[in-house]
């Protein structure tokens, strides 16, 4: 059991946050999209599951090629 909650720990401390970061662009709780992702994965056999790591992937790349910065000199 204790296996399964380090698991469980190593992806929310450093997973791809990508409900959070839908959440906060469409102005929801990121509960109400986890279980949109949940309940779609079951409806769809494995639909949601397949789109939230493609979302996953995606932003991961959008962060690295489009990084913020704060003056001209940080480059």
Not at 16 to 41: D, H, N, Q, W
């Amino acid at each position: 059991m204790n296996f399964f909650y380090n698991i469980l720990y190593y992806f929310q401390k450093r997973g791809f946050e990508v409900c959070r970061r839908i959440a906060e662009r469409f102005g929801i709780r990121a509960r109400i999209v986890r279980t949109s992702f949940i309940y779609l994965t079951f409806a769809t056999l494995g639909f949601g599951f397949a789109l939230y790591l493609f979302l996953a992937f995606w932003l991961k790349i959008k962060d690295l090629v489009y990084t913020k910065r704060t003056s001209v000199f940080d480059l």
